[in-house]
């Protein structure tokens, strides 16, 4: 089992910044890595990025791609997401999620096993 609770979510202008933390805790290095995911109003839920607990390989989502950054810290069991240059269009719920076996298929939602409660970011044009 593992637990997963995200948190630093608000709301900011367009342009802006917000830096989300993920902190794990269970039998989190069981499984590949951690990932973020989103789901914005009447969207679907979207892959964000993923990372590695052990080679640090990062995946991003192409919407994201030079302007999200994500990170680990394993002594921590924490997942950061620094977002910046932040647009309307990620407001959303951002959730982590882990329970991946291998770094296989990344960005496919249903691959993962465990999530957190969500985070809400909001970002005003």
């Known amino acids: 089992q593992v637990q997963l609770a995200e948190s630093g979510g608000g709301s900011v202008p367009a342009g802006g910044s917000l830096r989300l933390s993920c902190a794990a805790s269970?039998?989190?290095?069981?499984?590949?890595?951690l990932a973020w995911f989103r789901q914005g109003p009447g969207k679907e839920t979207e892959f964000v990025a993923a990372?590695?607990?052990?080679?640090?390989?990062?995946y991003y989502g192409d919407s994201v791609k030079g302007r999200f950054t994500i990170s680990r810290d394993k002594g921590q069991r924490t997942v950061d997401l620094q977002m910046t240059n932040l647009k309307p269009e990620d407001t959303g719920v951002y959730y982590c999620?882990?329970?991946?076996?291998?770094?296989?298929?990344?960005?496919?939602?249903?691959?993962?096993?465990?999530w957190g409660q969500g985070t809400q970011v909001t970002v005003s044009s």
């Open positions: 999620t882990t329970g991946l076996a291998l770094p296989f298929d990344v960005w496919e939602a249903d691959k993962y096993e465990y």
């Open positions: 269970g039998r989190t290095f069981t499984y590949y890595g």
């Open positions: 990372i590695g607990w052990n080679n640090g390989d990062r």
